[in-house]
Structures are given as C-alpha cells and as structure tokens.
C-alpha cells in the first residue's frame, strides 16, 4: 500500500529565506505526487503535481517540486519565501493505474517570521 | 474561479445522532470524493463517487456512512448513528474525470464535533 511520510510537522522560517518541505513516498512503482497547500478556513489549494516527464515541476505561487525515484522524495522548495505563504502544506500520492484516491502525509505547518 | 462548496463550517451533535455534511462540487465534474482529517492525524480517503456510485471506498466508510447525489449540484455524506471518534474535519473534494492524474478540488471542510 501507498504511503506519505512527511518529517517535519512545523517549520519556522524568516521572511526571504528560502523554504524546503520534505515528503517522502512508498510505493512499488512510479507514483503520481501532489503537493497541497491549506490557508485557514480555506480548502486544500493544489500547488503543483508529477506524474511523468521532467522531474522537475513548477507550481503556483513560485514553489517547484523535484522528484528523485532514487531517494523517494518529492520535495518542495521556494527561493524566498513570503508572509503569505504561511499554511499547512499536505504532501501526497496518487495510485497509477487504478483507482483515485489520493494518500496523503500528515502534513507541514510552515510559519513565517517577519 | 468555480470552486467547492460545503456546509455547515461547523458541525456539533450528539454522540448517536445523524448528520448530513453537504458538498456542491464544481459544477462541470463527474467525480466526487469524501476525506477526512482527525485532529493531529493525515488526511484520510473515505469515498469515490462516480455516475451516481461508489467507486471506490476505503475501510472507514463503514454501513455508517453513506454518500448521495440527491440532486444535480449536491453531494451529501451521511453518518447514521455518530461516535465520539467520527470527530474530524470532513473534506468533500471533486474532479473533472478520475484518472489517478487528475486534479482533486477540495472544499474548505466541515468541522465536525460529537459530543
């Protein structure tokens, strides 16, 4: 069966620094990952997404995500980070080839000092 | 931008008591989804829904829980008799088909509370 760990449950970082998440799958093949993001009271935001292709994904709001089968990561990472950016960031996975639901880690609260 | 809808935001009941959380998901999508979220704990798949069925469901959504489309912009989960542990927050999320690729568009969630 799928799963997500996610080993940092919060993380505090100044306005400007660069910002990393880390998640990390398990899954017997090539996955289909996702990175969320939740602001208070908000639903869950999609950022960016893999499932084929350059392993190097692009999403919203300035994040990038790299997938490396090697080390079974799916990382997300942001140059420099902004006030707005503090939430709850959800790493998941998605089943190839049958089904659609999505695993998901138990999530990153990220804060960000001014 | 079109996006999911759920009421109530809050939810309080008691323990044995019935409750109806409601989803409007976007209106051009096929594909409708239950998850919820135990204080402290990942979130977790409860349902797929497709062509007025489930297509999928995992070991939670137990003869408890149900799911309905009752009308062409209305996802409901119900929960028959509810347990202090059914406590969470519920997200209704949906899709335009259900490929393992596609997009999910979550609702903000329902907090549920039992007493």
């Known amino acids: 069966a799928q799963s997500v760990t996610q080993p940092d449950i919060h993380i505090t970082v100044s306005e400007g620094a660069s910002l990393e998440l880390r998640c990390n799958y398990s899954?017997?093949?090539?996955?289909?990952l996702f990175w969320y993001v939740q602001s208070p009271g908000q639903g869950l935001q999609l950022l960016l997404k893999?499932?084929?292709?350059?392993?190097l994904v692009q999403g919203i709001k300035g994040f990038e995500a790299e997938f490396k089968r090697s080390q079974s990561s799916f990382n997300l990472r942001k140059p420099s980070v902004h006030w707005s950016d503090a939430a709850e960031y959800f790493c998941?996975?998605?089943?190839?080839?049958?089904?659609?639901?999505?695993?998901f880690g138990t999530g990153t609260q990220l804060k960000v000092e001014l | 931008e079109p996006e999911v809808t759920q009421t109530p935001s809050h939810q309080v009941t008691q323990m044995g008591q019935e409750v109806i959380l409601r989803c409007v998901p976007i209106?051009?999508?096929?594909?409708f989804y239950w998850y919820r979220q135990i204080l402290g704990q990942k979130v977790e798949f409860l349902v797929s829904?497709?062509?007025?069925?489930?297509?999928?469901k995992s070991e939670i959504f137990d003869d408890q829980f149900s799911v309905e489309r009752p009308d062409g912009s209305n996802f409901t989960l119900k929960i028959r008799s509810t347990k202090l542990e059914d406590s969470a927050m519920y997200f209704c999320?949906?899709?335009?088909?259900?490929?393992?690729?596609?997009?999910?568009?979550f609702g903000p969630g329902t907090r549920l509370t039992v007493l």
């Open positions: 999320a949906s899709s335009e088909r259900g490929r393992s690729a596609d997009t999910q568009y």
């Open positions: 899954y017997g093949a090539t996955p289909y």
């Open positions: 893999y499932f084929s292709g350059d392993t």
């Open positions: 998941a996975v998605g089943a190839v080839g049958g089904g659609n639901k999505l695993t």
């Open positions: 209106s051009n999508h096929l594909y």
């Open positions: 829904f497709y062509n007025n069925e489930i297509s999928e």
